[in-house]
């Protein structure tokens, strides 16, 4: 069980990575909602220690007050495993209208710009 | 419930086409959000519990198949659905509210049913043996 508090309707996002240099076949596992305050939170699982977080981070800046959040996991099927590259990390949210795309490098949460779509 | 795939080549259509999900008798409250992630589709039933639908492949002697999970969810809470391995066949699961306390809880699910709501990283419920791909 996870202990972050979120009120009723609030959007949940979420997406996993294979989890690099594991031998286990393990995911990394990210979620996201927005709190009380409006502000995004992640809580994140990435090893054995159990689940970390929440935590903010600049790229959330200014989400607006009940925006969905989307994330993007790549696809798994039978000839496939999921991937550890970390390059489709990426989420999506509305500022001021916008839809701005986040992307967590293994590292750090970057602000991608905005989507050119109205 | 009703799907439409969409396929990244050449010479698809750019609509996509109607998934045989569209002939599985899953029916889904309006309270409802839906959550998937390939090859795992999932909704609320309307007193809370989750129904858990799986495609085994178009060789599989079912195709789709769907369980009742006792998630105890928020009526209306999102779902995210995501593999819990990097094999997906191994184990997938979802992140919802549960209605008992209020907080994100992480359930595991596998082809056999097995409810184990234990955490996402308990390495006992990781890549349970008990998935098989149907075919």
């Known amino acids: 069980m996870l202990s972050a ?64 959040i989307a994330c993007v996991t790549a696809a798994a099927w039978a000839d496939a ?19 701005r ?17 109205t | 419930m009703r799907g439409q ?11 996509g086409s109607r998934l045989d999900l569209n002939d599985y008798p899953v029916t889904v409250p309006s309270t409802s959000s839906i959550g998937c992630y390939w090859p795992y589709v999932m909704s609320q039933n309307s007193d809370g519990t989750v129904k858990w639908s799986s495609y085994g492949g178009s060789n599989a002697d079912v195709a789709w198949v769907n369980y009742t999970l006792e998630a105890h969810s928020s ?15 191994n184990a997938g699961g979802f992140l919802y509210r549960n209605n008992d306390n209020g907080k994100m809880e992480t359930f595991l699910a596998d082809r056999n049913n097995n409810e184990t709501g234990l955490a996402w990283g ?14």
């Open chain 1, 101 to 117: 795309e986040v992307y967590y490098d293994g590292t750090n949460w970057q602000d991608e710009g905005y989507l050119p779509i």
């Open chain 2, 75 to 89: 009526i209306g809470t999102g779902l995210v659905v995501m593999p819990a391995a990097t094999v997906f066949s």
């Open chain 1, 81 to 99: 495993t999921l991937q550890t590259n970390q390059v489709m990390n990426r989420c999506f949210f509305q500022v001021g209208g916008k839809v």
């Open chain 1, 5 to 68: 508090d979120i009120i009723l309707n609030t959007t949940i996002a979420g997406f996993a990575v294979g989890r690099p240099n594991d031998s286990k076949n393990q995911t990394n596992t990210y979620g996201l909602y927005q709190d009380t305050n409006g502000t995004v939170q992640v809580i994140w699982e990435d090893d054995a220690t159990g689940w970390k977080g929440p935590s903010t981070y600049d790229a959330f800046n200014d989400a607006d007050q009940g925006t969905d």
């Open chain 2, 5 to 15: 795939g969409f396929r990244d080549t050449i010479g698809a259509s750019t609509q």
């Open chain 2, 122 to 135: 308990n390495s006992e419920s990781r890549g349970s043996s008990s998935l098989k791909f149907l075919r």
